[in-house]
T-cell receptor
Framework: NAGVTQTPKFRVLKTGQSMTLLCAQD?????MYWYRQDPGMGLRLIHY???????AKGEVPDGYNVSRLKKQNFLLGLESAAPSQTSVYFC?????????????FGPGTRLTVT | GQSLEQPSEVTAVEGAIVQINCTYQ??????LSWYQQHDGGAPTFLSY????GLEETGRFSSFLSRSDSYGYLLLQELQMKDSASYFC?????????????FGKGTRLSVIA
């Protein structure tokens, strides 16, 4: 099993450009999450999904949109990138709400917005 | 809401024991998780305490005291490969679907 995979691994955007980050998991997990990690800030939740077709806002949702059309995929979109969105983005998944204390993370996407 | 406090940096000698503390304030509480992250890598799950007391997994142990809103991660027989950042995380009882909230992490440096 590949676990959680993320595409792309690196990306450089100019301010105002858009992009989509793809997360895929092959563990049949119900829950999926998008985090951003900035130096000294730990992991902050952007959006999450508790099942196919559902999404919910996390701690820092502004400037991002998400979709969960298939159970195994969770997409994160930036419609108009800003330098403040320069960060490392991690996707994660877990079985259910009751086991969300154990999340499986992807390798991350390093995004730079110039 | 939730608030977690953990030291930003800890340095320890190879072979020694180190304890990383985590204090939290939440409106409710399910349990305390710990994650490890090496530089350039992804966070990986280490342990979970749903009840008070000590949980042991090899060289790593984790402790929780709900009455003190406090937990810690104990690493024994430190090895150079244990140099990493360690995050505590809690899940609030405020909502059945509330995901984890992570602390800002403790960077552990193991020196020879």
């Amino acid at each position: 099993n590949a676990g959680v995979t993320q595409t792309p691994k690196f990306r450089v955007l100019k301010t105002g450009q858009s992009m989509t980050l793809l997360c895929a998991q092959d563990m049949n997990h119900e829950y999926m999450y998008w985090y951003r990690q900035d130096p000294g800030m730990g992991l902050r939740l952007i959006h999450y999904s508790v099942g196919e077709g559902t999404t919910a806002k996390g701690e820092v949702p502004d400037g991002y949109n998400v979709s969960r059309l298939k159970k195994q995929n969770f997409l994160l979109g930036l419609e108009s990138a800003a330098p403040s969105q320069t960060s490392v983005y991690f996707c994660a998944s877990s079985w259910t709400s009751g086991s969300s204390y154990e999340q499986y993370f992807g390798p991350g996407t390093r995004l730079t917005v110039t | 809401g939730q608030s977690l406090e953990q030291p930003s940096e800890v340095t320890a000698v190879e072979g020694a024991i180190v304890q990383i503390n985590c204090t939290y304030q939440t409106s409710g509480f399910y349990g305390l998780s710990w994650y490890q992250q090496h530089d350039g890598g992804a966070p990986t799950f280490l342990s979970y305490n749903g009840l008070d007391g000590l949980e042991e997994t090899g060289r790593f142990s984790s402790f929780l005291s709900r009455s003190d809103s406090y937990g810690y991660l104990l690493l024994q027989e430190l090895q150079m490969k244990d140099s990493a950042s360690y995050f505590c995380a809690v899940r609030d009882l405020g909502s059945g679907n509330t995901p984890l909230v992570f602390g800002k992490g403790t960077r552990l440096s193991v020196i020879a």
